[in-house]
């Protein structure tokens, strides 16, 4: 009698349970990186520039940061505009920048948000 196994002769084995659940996990793990991969692609670029640095945004976009008061901001930045660093300083041993557009305070002369969580993001 011949021995058991596929149609080609080639020894047939029983899958293990182990070896099914390895199966699913190699499966969602690639299904995890592919979705990962995808929302890094999509996501936007957080754009810092340092000190006397402009970044121009010919599609407008937003500004985003945290207040001297620990406050999360945000603001439209408007198509066509070019901001740039314009001051930085030092408040209770935080650094702040304050941007300015065509040479005038933007948005404000006011305004101002930690250099270490602002950001710019083109549309």
Known sequence: MPEPGDHKGRPYTIPTPIAF??????????????AIVASHASAQT??????????SFPN?????????YG????????????ICVSNEWEIRA????????????????????????FCFYKN
């Open 21 to 34: 659940h390895m199966r699913n996990l190699m499966a969602a793990a690639t299904i995890a990186v592919a």
């Open 46 to 55: 957080c754009l810092r520039p340092k000190w006397t640095e402009c970044v």
């Open 94 to 117: 935080e650094t702040y920048a304050q941007f300015a557009r065509n040479g005038t305070p933007w948005p404000n002369r006011d305004w101002e948000v930690d250099v270490d969580t």
């Open 60 to 68: 407008g976009g937003r500004h985003t940061g945290v207040s001297p």
């Open 71 to 82: 406050v999360p901001v945000q603001l439209e930045v408007p198509a066509g505009a070019e």
